[in-house]
């Protein structure tokens, strides 16, 4: 098992441009999720999915954009990039029976807009 | 105000000793997690819990529901030990996409020095 794959570990991008942040997992989890971490802040929910074809806001959803067609991926675009989504990215997955279920994540994605 | 604040932000620690890290929140939750994220590293589950007590190796976590407060203890503390430890917690709300929404506390930094 591979776990949650996110790709690319590090990014840059000139404001404006758009890109896609890769998520897999080879665990058959329904829910997945993706975060951002920035300095002095928690981990903050950018956009869920419990399954395939469903997907929802988080708390920080502007400017993100999400699609989940399989069960194994959960890309996350930037439609137009901005200095203020300079930040860490994490996706993570689980099983859909939260209570008792863990969260797996990936390695992570540092994301820097000039 | 935060929901979840977690303390202290940051603890400095001898190698051996005796470590706790408390979390305290302020929604009714149906499940608590802690997490532990290393410097530059992902992030990995180490429990999570919705009543009682785990043990895992030399670390413990507890969870008093009434109380609204978890904590983390780690015995035997050791240098490899050093990282970001963080508590997030599932509501317990009632609209049914609130349910997979976890909100995270801001962190405590552990050093443990040889």
């Known amino acids: 098992n591979a776990g949650v794959t996110q790709t690319p570990k590090f990014q840059v991008l000139k404001t404006g441009q758009s890109m896609t942040l890769q998520c897999a997992q080879d665990?058959?989890?329904?829910?997945m999720s993706w975060y951002r971490q920035d300095p002095g802040m928690g981990l903050r929910l950018i956009h869920y999915?419990?399954?395939?074809?469903?997907?929802d806001q988080g708390e920080v959803p502007n400017g993100y954009n999400v699609s989940r067609s399989t069960t194994e991926d959960f890309p996350l675009r930037l439609l137009s990039a901005a200095p203020s989504q300079t930040s860490v990215y994490f996706c993570?997955?689980?099983?859909?029976?939260?209570?008792?279920?863990?969260?797996?994540f990936g390695n992570g994605t540092r994301l820097t807009v000039t | 105000k935060n929901e979840v604040e977690q303390s202290p932000q940051n603890l400095t620690a001898q190698e051996g000793e005796f470590i706790t890290i408390n979390c305290s929140y302020s929604?009714?939750?149906?499940?608590l997690h802690w997490l532990q994220q290393h410097p530059g590293g992902g992030i990995v589950s180490l429990f999570m819990?919705?009543?009682g007590k785990k043990k895992h190796g030399r670390l413990i976590a507890t969870i008093n529901i009434q109380e609204k407060h978890s904590s983390l203890h780690i015995t035997a503390s050791h240098p490899r030990d050093s990282a970001v430890y963080i508590c997030?917690?599932?509501?317990?709300?009632?609209?049914?996409?609130?349910?997979?929404?976890?909100?995270f506390g801001k962190g405590t930094l552990l050093t443990v020095n040889p």
């Open positions: 665990m058959n989890h329904e829910y």
């Open positions: 999915s419990v399954g395939a074809g469903i997907t």
């Open positions: 993570a997955s689980s099983y859909s029976g939260f209570h008792n279920s863990p969260l797996h």
């Open positions: 997030a917690v599932r509501s317990s709300g009632n609209s049914g996409g609130s349910n997979y929404k976890l909100t």
């Open positions: 819990l919705s009543s």
């Open positions: 929604v009714g939750i149906s499940a």
